[in-house]
């Protein structure tokens, strides 16, 4: 049965450490996940991490970066997988999942 499976993350670096974990440790199909602003907007979570704060690409060289909404990360799930990444999501820490 096919399902998928949408996870909510403060931070687009916590959501992809949670897709790298799914594909390395758990074998989902890298072309069955994916990751997008939860709104309308652009947007790198709801705060800075990884990159727009280690990188200096933060607000000391180009500004601040946009902050507008949650990442969320969209699984394809098949047959009996959805457990699996609903563990492995939480694991990582999203702050919300739910079947779609």
């Known amino acids: 049965m096919e399902r998928t499976i949408v996870a909510h993350f403060e931070t687009r670096r916590d959501a992809e450490i949670a897709v ?3 594909v390395q440790a758990h074998g989902v199909a890298r072309t069955d996940i994916f990751i997008r602003a939860k709104g309308e907007s ?11 704060v280690e990188s200096g690409h933060g607000p ?10 949650e990442i969320e ?3 394809d799930c098949h047959g009996r997988e ?12 999203s702050r919300s999942i739910k079947a779609q």
């Open 60 to 69: 000391q060289k180009r500004g601040t970066p946009e902050l507008a909404g």
């Open 42 to 52: 652009n947007s790198a979570g709801v705060r800075a991490a990884g990159a727009d």
């Open 73 to 75: 990360v969209l699984v």
């Open 20 to 22: 790298e974990h799914l």
């Open 82 to 93: 959805p457990e699996t990444v609903r563990e492995a999501l939480r694991a990582a820490g």
